[in-house]
């Protein structure tokens, strides 16, 4: 059975902090490993990743992939209170098959 | 900015009651998925769409559960005789061909009763 995990799963920073969101999977024919932010309702897309060692960045936002290790770290530098919410891990596999983790909550103090 | 579509928002059901759960998804993606959140579980997948046709399935998606392009625009999943425990969130999302990264609407509630 596909897995994902994400820990921690939950996480109380201050302003200006710097995390680290990890996730590892175990998953047939991965094809790609996805990062989403839910704050209200619905997931919002936040990084593809395919291949390892290659890292996205979008503003504070950064991942990486190993897929060695079978795992993927999200950095969220100079944490804003905007940044709360919880962060997905979805790794696709299968045909067409992408299995969430359960997510890590964050909450951004000021 | 094009954007995934649900209707409705919410929707309150008697146990046994034929729900029908509607998505537009964005115009130019040919791949169409129906996830679900149950209250403060994790995101879970139920049924992929390509071509027409169901591409895969998860151990959720029972016989239950249908899913139906009508039209051109519309994807819906119905869900036959509702159980109290399909009460949860419904996603539905879409992606392009070539590209992994899917796109979710904004959900319906369904609360079965």
């Known amino acids: 059975e596909d897995k994902v995990v994400q820990s921690p799963l939950s996480l109380v920073v201050h302003e200006g902090d710097t995390v680290t969101l990890n996730c590892s999977y175990e998953?047939?024919?991965?094809?790609?490993l996805l990062w989403y932010k839910q704050e209200k309702k619905a997931p919002t897309f936040l990084f593809m990743l395919?291949?390892?060692?290659i890292e996205k960045k979008s503003g504070r936002l950064s991942s990486i992939l190993d897929k060695k290790e079978l795992s993927s770290i999200l950095n969220i530098t100079a944490t804003q209170t905007g940044d709360s919410a919880i962060y997905l891990c979805?790794?696709?596999?299968?045909?067409?098959?992408?299995?969430f983790g359960t997510g890590t909550k964050l909450q951004v103090i000021p | 900015e094009p954007e995934v579509t649900q209707t409705p928002s919410h929707q309150v059901t008697q146990m046994g009651q034929e729900v029908i759960l509607r998505c537009v998804p964005i115009?130019?993606?040919?791949?169409f998925y129906w996830y679900r959140q149950i209250l403060g579980q994790k995101v879970e997948f139920l049924v992929s769409?390509?071509?027409?046709?169901?591409?895969?399935k998860s151990e959720i998606f029972d016989d239950q559960f249908s899913v139906e392009r009508p039209d051109g625009s519309n994807f819906t999943l119905k869900i036959r005789s509702t159980k109290l425990e399909d009460s949860a969130m419904y996603f539905c999302?879409?992606?392009?061909?070539?590209?992994?990264?899917?796109?979710f609407g904004p959900g319906t509630r369904l609360l079965v009763l």
């Open positions: 999302a879409s992606r392009v061909l070539l590209q992994e990264t899917q796109y």
């Open positions: 998953v047939t024919n991965f094809r790609s």
């Open positions: 395919t291949s390892s060692g």
């Open positions: 979805a790794v696709g596999g299968g045909y067409q098959k992408v299995t």
């Open positions: 115009s130019n993606h040919l791949y």
């Open positions: 769409f390509y071509n027409n046709e169901i591409s895969e």
